[in-house]
């Protein structure tokens, strides 16, 4: 039967742990199966699509837990992957029978989903270091709404972009920690099996339903669960790029670690974000070169601010 099924189409899982990329703390998201599952129940979800990153890990497993648990039994859960192009942007894939290395072409992984009858969609496509851009058009579809893009201009570029292009639009939670799943919801007019719901997709037979941004608590978290477990990850990074700054990051890691509950983390907070919105702002706006950013230059990126 026909009916409008309220899907979760960004989300990752502990499954991406170790799969995210070199440029990327290895530790990405601390969601269990269990959790995932119950807040998938918690948020009516009718369509879960486990989206890790580079990796098709974490759906097999989520299957296998769901069979096995009765309450979960109105659920059903999709493959999907969330894929790093050559560039260092993503593009998720749906409905894979077979894992899409990472690090090809953006033509090359389209290629590839379409060899597997998948769909495409450009997520978060504006965003400051991991964005599509205008190789969004490409996808079959459009995230024009990321719940974790709290610059705010990457989002409302997106919204442009995709109003300009006519593009098949739908909304993302990019959740990587539990409270975050259903935080963006689509409706999907389609049977609740994968081929029809893939199809459904391409024929843009899906809207969006909710669309709320990421609280700061939430975003705080997550980046306390990648801190306190990437310290490794953490030198290699500040050698490789950083080095005349090493003494002053280990030290900053140290005060970290013994005030991480202090409200001077909250503050500094507040100003990363104020930074980041600059910067989003003159890059999606000013005509800034979008990849400055990722030059991982400090006085570059201090200039972008001021």
């Not at 989300?11 to 269990?34: A, K, M, Q, R, Y």
């Not at 978290?221 to 950083?242: A, C, L, M, R």
């Not at 991480?260 to 800034?288: H, P, Q, T």
Request: hydrophobic residues 35%; charged residues 25%.
């Amino acid at each position: 039967m026909i009916e409008m099924l309220r899907t979760e189409l960004h989300c990752h899982n502990i499954f991406s742990n170790g799969h995210v990329g070199e440029l990327e703390p290895p530790c990405d998201c601390n969601v269990t199966i269990n959790e995932q599952l119950k807040k998938s129940l918690h948020s009516k979800l009718d369509v879960l699509f486990v989206t890790n990153h580079n990796t098709l890990d974490g759906f097999k497993q989520m299957v296998d837990y769901k069979n096995n648990h009765a309450k979960f039994s109105n659920l059903n859960v999709y493959p999907a992957e969330e894929i790093t192009t050559d560039k260092e942007a993503h593009v998720l894939v749906y409905g894979l029978n077979e894992e899409i290395k990472p690090h090809q072409t953006i033509d090359e992984i389209l290629d590839a989903a379409k060899s597997q009858d998948a769909v495409t969609i450009a997520p978060h496509p504006f965003s400051l270091i991991d964005a599509l851009r205008d190789d969004s058009l490409k996808c079959d579809l459009f995230e024009v709404f990321n719940s974790s893009n709290i610059d705010i201009y990457s989002n409302k570029k997106a919204e442009i972009f995709a109003k300009d292009n006519n593009l098949i639009t739908i909304a993302g939670s990019d959740s990587h920690i539990a409270s975050t799943i259903g935080r963006c919801t689509n409706l999907i007019d389609s049977e609740n099996n994968l081929d029809d719901i893939l199809y459904a997709m391409k024929k843009g037979k899906i809207s969006i339903e909710k669309m709320e941004y990421v609280k700061r608590s939430e975003v705080l978290e997550h980046i306390q669960y990648k801190i306190e477990n990437s310290k490794e990850y953490i030198d290699q990074y500040v050698k490789e790029f950083y080095p005349k700054y090493l003494g002053l990051f280990n030290q900053m890691y140290k005060l970290y670690m013994l005030t991480r509950k202090s409200f001077i983390w909250d503050v500094a907070f507040k100003l990363a974000i104020f930074g980041l919105r600059r910067i989003s702002y003159k890059i999606n706006f000013e005509g800034y070169d979008p990849y400055a950013f990722r030059t991982r230059d400090i006085p570059t990126i201090t200039k972008m601010i001021f």
